[in-house]
């Protein structure tokens, strides 16, 4: 028998709270026949009996996770294949032998996953090194060309001024993204493409424009002395350009073997994908990492890292002067309940943000951990009081009147990115819960 998931790990894949709702209808055996379940291949199945007389066929393929399902939605998963899962979840489903009717399609996924495993050796065992440097030096020059241009672009808007940018609407930055995007520096792209929303946001927009702005500049200036920057620093510097990062050299890098407490997890929509943000926390070693994967809306995201949970497991962190975001390696052993790091006040939170950002100036925000917060809403905005009488804005992003209703009035334990404009909240630890914000 495969070990089993927990709940949250099955609705974590859900595409929509709908299909949540309806997935608890199905997650009882009335509806259930045939099921199973069978670690090679590790897979779960059964019959759902439905409006007519043929039960729909659900099977779920667990290393994907994949699905298939007889029934006609077109949400993936469907309600069925979550409703079988969250059956397997609660320990209602045993060990079996697939049926004649799920063979099919998990032999015909072994088989693909078998001939992609072959391609990839072959691709691996005959590089061309020559072909290889070729197009990396094309790349270069091309990437350097758009740079180049980029920083003349800059150089003209503070020349010409700003005012009028908040009526030119997406067409100034749109048509150097398009450039940048052409000279393949997809991170500059992506940064003036956030730029209109820095104009919308509305009172005190021309500084906030001017800062980004400036951190552009500086990619440009970077860029230019590519070659005379600590690696660690040129790192951060081919990333804002847009630089790919193979996954297999990020997980040949030295790991971090831990006990990693998940902090929390969200989701956002990001370029016509979703975002799965998961921040981390090791319990020896102090550090804090962030875990990315992205999926087409309404695919299955990667939910094998759930909030409420620890897990030791290897982390390869992307270079960087101030590493944060990483690959999950190698894991031993089942996720189990975390002891959460004891936290630090708010002026220990600056420090850690303080740090980042002194070694990789274009940091957004970093993950902290902050100790007897205590909450104070106010018509001007909500703050979080420490226990020293230390004072920070929390960011309208979570929901903190949830936030506020946990705690109670209580000081309590805030798991938060820090940023220039204060603490956005992520989760708090309320007694032994943990609740996601």
């Keep these: 028998m495969p070990t089993a998931w927990s709940a949250d790990q099955v609705l974590a894949l859900a595409p929509d709270s709908s299909s949540v709702a309806a997935a608890r209808k199905l997650s009882g055996g009335g509806p259930w026949s045939g099921t199973g379940a ?8 059964g019959l759902c009996a439905g409006s007519g007389k043929t039960p729909y066929q659900t099977v779920v393929d667990l290393t994907g996770p994949a699905y298939t399902c007889s029934c006609p939605s077109r949400k993936f998963p469907c309600k069925h294949a ?10 209602g489903i045993g060990t079996g032998s697939p ?35 070729r197009r990396a030096e094309q790349r270069t020059a091309r990437v350097a060309a758009g740079v180049e241009e980029l920083g003349t672009w800059l150089a003209d808007q503070v020349r010409g001024g700003l005012a009028g940018l908040e009526r030119a609407g997406y067409r100034p930055f749109e048509t150097v993204a398009a450039r940048m995007v052409d000279a393949q520096a997809p991170g500059l792209a992506s940064r003036l493409r956030a730029l209109p929303g820095v104009v919308a946001a509305g009172d005190g927009w021309p500084g906030r424009l001017l800062e980004e702005l400036a951190l552009l500049h500086l990619a440009v200036a970077g860029h230019r002395r590519l070659g ?8 951060c510097v081919r990333r804002e350009v847009g630089y790919p990062v ?8 030295a790991p971090v073997r831990d006990q990693w407490q ?17 921040w981390l926390h090791g319990s020896a070693s102090g550090r804090v990492a962030l875990v990315l994967s992205f999926a087409p809306p309404g695919q299955p995201l990667d939910a094998s890292l759930v ?28 996720p189990r309940p975390p002891a959460w790091p004891a936290g630090g006040t708010l002026r220990d939170a600056a420090r850690a943000f303080a740090a980042a950002v002194a070694a990789d100036p274009w940091t957004r925000s970093w993950p902290v951990v902050v100790r007897d917060l205590t909450v104070v809403p106010g018509e001007a905005g909500w703050t979080g009081i420490d226990a020293r009488g230390d004072r920070a804005p929390l960011l309208p992003d979570a929901d903190l009147w949830r936030l506020l209703a946990v705690s109670a009035g209580r000081p309590v334990v805030l798991a938060a990115e820090h940023t220039p404009a204060g603490l956005r909240p992520l989760a708090v630890l309320d007694g032994d819960r943990q609740v996601q914000l």
Excluded at 113 to 133: K, L, S, Y
Aim: no cysteine.
């Design 82 to 91: 979550l409703g079988l899962l969250l059956l397997w979840a609660a320990g």
């Design 38 to 45: 069978a670690e090679e291949p590790a897979a779960v199945w």
């Design 246 to 253: 193979a996954k297999d050299d990020v997980l040949a890098s």
């Design 228 to 235: 005379e920057l600590p690696e660690e620093l040129a790192a």
């Design 99 to 133: 049926p004649d009717w799920a063979q099919p399609w998990l032999a015909g996924r072994a088989e693909r996953a078998e001939r992609a495993a072959g391609r990839t050796a072959d691709a691996a065992a005959t590089p061309d090194p020559e072909a290889a440097a």
């Design 262 to 278: 998940v902090l929390a997890v969200r989701d956002r929509e990001e370029d016509r994908l979703t975002a799965r943000r998961v």
């Design 307 to 334: 909030p409420g949970t620890s897990v030791e497991a290897d982390l390869h962190f992307y270079p960087g002067a101030a590493p944060l975001r990483a690959l999950v390696g190698e894991r031993s052993g089942e």
